[in-house]
């Protein structure tokens, strides 16, 4: 493999994994925060990218598209909380699971009803279509630095709001001792409302921009919610930090595995997991 | 042996009506399978629900075991050539054995949520490695063209591929697991299992190796997961890695919860529910996930206790 070739590969390799960390930073947020496993997280991204479809062929303009899909998804991840997830913060991880498998059901059924199972595809916006040329052979579409670059001012933005704002230390000190927060006199209810539906947000918002990459199909959110699992079981559960280091190790590794090990490519991944874990039981930045 | 009112009701009501049932359904081939596929399904729910609900493991990966069932008896047999059935029973028993001691040894490092991730993760490991192989045929799976021979010492005692006689297999096999599960629960072994789940840390007080009940009790539901699984094989004459997929896993947790957590036999109760609602919804819709969703969700939310929990308290009520 020669070097041009190599970082073109590594550039793939680190797009997919600032998306993964998008998506998996809001399932570890709603874990860490709210003590929630949320298995219908993957169905949100799937949201996300379906939403996206629709906006962008009633609008006509991807970035109007976004916002109105974002926006949307904000208010069901508030819907979905103050409905249902609020009956589970005292009840055990198998009721959450359950309740979760319910919902991921709910929306693949209303995901077909509404929009079928036949494959459907985003173009690139146009201002964000074209290619910088790398050598004479190869070139990398713009499109793909952008979501690169937009996860990555997102990771920045939630790093600043959790370290250096008010609002951060609420959420910080919600996690780790949710009562005594609560005698503070912060109402940690909407608390836990904002966080479950910045969750949901990410993770929309990672779909949206993933649709003029991938084709929008069915089940596209269940084979992403595994590999989040893979990076938060990396990182440490709860800990965006490990998500984005997670995050990273995993998109490498798949891209590069696909190309080298096509056969064992789809289990690397695992492999490299189930490594982690021999090593440390808790993951990498387990608090 | 069945000591609680609404389980020996459950007991003396089922077993007898699933006897009569090729009887009633006079040959009906198409219901007789159907109904033996869903007692191999409760087969595999009681094992998960031995494990998570009297075990306290709540795993999101009990399919491997339902698939590895399936593929290692393809792995195992010869293509042209009838093999005996009770030996492979014994080899597919022990391999699964073996392989879960292994990933029990791993998992159990691991707990709660944990536990759930890493045995999923496993699980579609697992799913990948049979999907995208080619020597098992990936995701189309592998057909298994010759059922084996049931012989023991030149007599044969039944027929594979005789869908009634097959019903009947899976109903004793059913029955079996059931008592073994309870003859478990009521030797010391399961008393200490039970301790462990109740008080971990209690029960490492008293002297005992919490990891070693767990890890016993994790190879057991794992073997007679595999039993499922090779079973279900042997039924319809193929396997493909879906048996593997997430959403074995899942929906067999859902029929353990709807049964009623831990009851044993809540597992056959919810199973057959279930699998009955979702024959239903099926011809109603295309879409048969949604009210089964919704179902889920309620159920959850409103239910807590399983139909066991609510037969237990109609036979409660009337005494």
């Known amino acids: 493999m020669d070097i041009t070739l190599f970082l073109f590969q590594l550039m793939n ?30 169905s949100m991204y799937m949201v996300g990218a379906y939403l996206a479809y629709y906006f962008v062929n009633t609008t006509g303009s991807f970035g109007v598209a976004a916002v109105i899909s974002a926006i949307i998804a904000l208010l069901l991840g508030i819907l979905i909380e103050r409905t249902l997830i609020i009956r589970l913060y005292r009840r055990n991880h198998l009721d959450q699971v359950l309740l979760t498998i319910g919902l991921i059901f709910v929306f693949n059924a209303l995901q077909s009803l509404l929009w079928g199972n036949d494959p459907l595809g985003v173009t690139v916006p146009t201002w964000l279509d074209g290619a910088i040329p790398l050598t004479d052979m190869i070139e990398y579409p713009v499109y793909r630095l952008f979501v690169s670059l937009l996860c990555i001012l997102i990771g920045i933005g939630m790093y600043l709001t959790i370290n250096r704002t008010r609002l951060g230390m609420l959420i910080r000190a919600g996690e780790s001792n949710r009562d005594m927060v609560e005698c503070l006199g912060v109402n940690i209810n909407r608390l836990y409302t904002l966080v479950f ?34 990076v938060v079981v990396i990182g440490g559960m709860g800990s965006i930090k490990g998500a984005f280091v997670g995050a990273l190790m995993v998109g490498i590794v798949d891209t590069f595995s696909s190309i080298m090990l096509p056969q064992l490519s789809s289990m690397m991944i695992y492999i490299l997991m189930a490594v982690v874990l021999l090593v440390k039981p808790k993951g990498l930045f387990a608090h | 042996m069945f000591t609680n009112r609404a389980e020996k009701l459950f007991v003396w009501v089922f077993f007898p009506l699933a006897l009569l049932m090729p009887l009633l359904l006079e040959q009906n081939t198409f219901y007789v399978n159907k109904l033996a596929t869903i007692l191999i399904l409760s087969i595999f729910v009681m094992s998960l629900d031995y494990l998570v609900g009297r075990c306290g493991l709540v795993t999101l990966g009990h399919a491997l075991f339902y698939g590895l069932g399936g593929y290692l008896f393809v792995m195992l047999t010869p293509e042209y050539e009838a093999v005996n059935f009770w030996v492979y029973t014994f080899y597919v028993l022990a391999i699964a054995s073996l392989i879960a001691l292994v990933v029990g040894f791993i998992v159990l490092r691991t707990s709660g949520i944990y536990m759930i991730m890493i045995t999923l993760a496993l699980a579609q490991m697992c799913f990948y490695f049979f999907s995208d192989s080619t020597d098992f045929g990936g995701n189309d799976g592998v057909f298994i063209y010759i059922k084996p021979e049931t012989d023991v010492f030149g007599l044969s005692l039944f027929d594979l591929d005789n869908p009634v006689h097959f019903y009947y297999l899976c109903l004793l096999s059913l029955f079996n697991v059931l008592l073994f599960f309870k003859l478990v629960m009521r030797s010391k072994f399961g008393r200490i299992v039970d301790a462990v789940q109740e008080n971990p840390e209690r029960t490492t007080a008293l002297g005992y190796n919490v990891f070693h009940f767990r890890l016993a009790s994790y190879v057991i539901a794992s073997a007679l997961g595999a039993y499922a699984g090779y079973l279900f094989a042997l039924q319809y004459g193929f396997v493909n890695p879906s048996m593997l997929s997430w959403q074995t896993s899942g929906t067999a947790l859902v029929m353990s919860i709807l049964g009623g957590m831990g009851t044993l036999y809540g597992a056959i109760l919810g199973t057959f529910v279930y699998e009955g609602l979702h024959y239903g919804f099926e011809h109603l819709t295309e879409n048969w996930m949604l009210p089964m969703g919704v179902l889920i969700i309620l159920m959850v939310l409103a239910f807590r206790h399983g139909l066991a929990g609510y037969l237990e308290s109609l036979v409660e009520k009337r005494k």
């Open chain 1, 13 to 42: 390799g680190v797009q997919y994994g600032l998306l993964l960390f998008l998506i998996a930073s809001g399932l570890t947020l709603v874990f860490g925060v709210m003590g929630i496993l949320n298995l219908a997280h993957g």
């Open chain 1, 197 to 230: 539906a910045t969750g949901v947000a990410l993770a929309a918002i990672a779909g949206i921009v993933s649709a003029p990459m991938v084709s929008v199909v069915p089940g596209m959110g269940e084979h992403v919610l595994i590999a989040c699992f893979v």
